[in-house]
Nanobody
Framework: QVQLVESGGGLVQAGGSLRLSCVTS????????VCWFRQAPGKEREIIAA????????YYADSEKGRFTISRDNAKNTAYLQMNGLKPEDTAVYSC?????????????????WGQGTQVTVSS
């Protein structure tokens, strides 16, 4: 059973930064594409960023380009989301997901395993 555990969320002022981590169990992390997505109250889930198993390819939603950076350390079975220039509209539960794939997947339904999420709250 693959488990994903997110951490690093919290309360931050607008303009601040947070670094989220997603740790997974298992020994084949490098074979999985990983994404970060978020869900704000009353809104649908949206993918923020994705990264292939090797880390060679990344995807960002337009609203996050230039502010967020996805990365991974396969030796630590961990993916990261560095968030800079946070805005109040970034407030949401942020979660990671994994898919057994060698290519980028930008559709949330394409992922196989999901974490529970970590709350990010940005105050104005």
């Amino acid at each position: 059973q693959v488990q994903l555990v997110e951490s690093g969320g919290g309360l931050v002022q607008a303009g601040g930064s947070l670094r989220l981590s997603c740790v997974t169990s298992g020994r084949t992390f490098s074979r999985y594409t990983v994404c970060w997505f978020r869900q704000a109250p009353g809104k649908e889930r949206e993918i923020i960023a994705a990264i292939t198993g090797s880390g060679g390819s990344t995807y960002y939603a337009d609203s996050e380009k230039g502010r967020f950076t996805i990365s991974r350390d396969n030796a630590k079975n961990t993916a990261y989301l560095q968030m800079n220039g946070l805005k109040p509209e970034d407030t949401a539960v942020y979660s990671c997901a994994m898919a057994r794939s060698t290519t980028l997947i930008v559709r949330i339904g394409g992922y196989d395993y999901w974490g529970q999420g970590t709350q990010v709250t940005v105050s104005s």
